[in-house]
């Protein structure tokens, strides 16, 4: 990544650019850190990076983007402060947003990741919540050691993120066995485990760049409009998949019969066909074949993707006007709504990347 953008000056990088330039300054850290875990725990937790297969042998790199966290960098940058003095909060987060996502995936019982055997899957369920325990443990630690002069304010930003999503976690496990959440729930469950934590990433980075008062709040409010549009975004996924042809949708959430906020909108919006919809999710029996098909014409029919995209659309258009109030460099300000648009269109999930630098 060019030293401008580093600085929080104009970079002429394009979005693509910025996440590879955070991957190059965030890897050796992580590397670092990861590298102190001794075994028997290294190898998941290498292995949930990407650097490492089950046996413990390097691999290409089929690590997670780091799109998300690399939010905290240019954060950083929005009143000039260095994307450097925010590495270790980057980093901190990296751990964080691993620790969930391992342990998302016990919950959910999700077999694969970036399309490899998720830890519990590879490793067993009682290694894989180890492993997920040691990364919020090595988060900890940077911030409690490594995160001067903004440490305390920085801690509880992401500390008060992290009750947040446990307390959204719980509803939502909650909602599924009482057979599904309302619109309203749905949103919280979203706004709990992905709005309220992108907001906490973006603020935690402008208060360790040295942004004022107003700057850290206008960037609170850009993660916090970002986050309700990448979880929206990848309700829509999981629903529609992104249209290439040669990847059909995933449609684990609607084979599980999770309410996601598409489904809820759908259910709520009043149409012909909601109801055989609703019979669905209220059935005992798992989906017959073709049916996920069929649910997720449903879906589009009763307004379920239109209500999402018009959803998406809104909090993209309150991210951007964030951003350009916070932001003075105009260049840098475009680039950072340029790195916000990349989120209606792909997926925010734990996304592989191949190749990638140490």
Do not use: N
């Amino acid at each position: 990544m060019p030293g401008s953008a580093e600085r929080g000056s104009s970079p002429t990088a394009l979005p693509d650019q910025v996440a590879a330039g955070a991957r190059r300054m965030l890897m050796p850290h992580l590397r670092d850190v990861v590298g102190r875990i001794p075994p028997p725990l290294h190898t998941p937790c290498a292995y949930y990076f990407g650097w490492v297969d089950e046996a413990g042998r390097t691999v290409a790199y089929r690590g997670p983007s780091f799109r998300v966290v690399t939010l905290v960098l240019l954060s950083a940058g929005v009143e000039g402060g260095s994307w450097r003095r925010a590495r270790s909060v980057a980093a901190a987060c990296a751990l964080i947003h691993a620790y969930g996502l391992i342990c998302d995936d016990v919950i959910d019982q999700d077999a694969t990741r970036r399309g490899v055997p998720t830890v519990w899957k590879a490793f067993g369920v009682p290694t894989a919540i180890l492993a997920a325990d040691t990364l919020l443990t090595m988060a900890l630690t940077e911030l409690t050691e490594r995160t001067p002069p903004a440490a305390a304010e920085v801690r509880q930003v992401l500390f008060g993120a992290m009750h947040g999503a446990f307390r959204a976690q719980a509803l939502e496990a909650q909602y599924q066995q009482r057979g599904g959440a309302s619109l309203r729930q749905a949103l919280e469950v979203v706004d709990g485990k992905s709005s309220d934590w992108v907001a906490a990433c973006c603020e935690a980075g402008a208060l360790q760049g040295g942004a004022g008062p107003a700057g850290v709040e206008l960037m609170r409010s850009f993660g916090w409009h970002l986050g309700r549009v990448m979880q929206v975004r990848d309700d829509v996924l999981d629903v529609f998949g992104d249209g290439r042809e040669d990847v059909p949708p995933r449609r684990d959430d609607l084979k599980a019969r999770r309410k996601t906020s598409i489904v809820c909108a759908a259910l709520e919006s009043g149409h012909l066909f909601q109801d055989e919809l609703a019979l669905y999710y209220r059935r005992p029996d798992g989906p017959h074949d073709g049916e996920l098909g069929r649910m997720a014409d449903l879906v589009e029919r009763c307004g379920g993707r239109d209500w999402a995209e018009h959803e998406i659309a809104h909090h993209l258009r309150q991210a951007r006007s964030c951003v350009r109030r916070a932001v003075k460099d105009r260049r840098l300000a475009e680039l950072m709504c340029a790195y916000a648009d990349q989120f209606t269109h792909q997926s925010v999930g734990d996304e592989a990347v191949e190749p990638a630098g140490p």
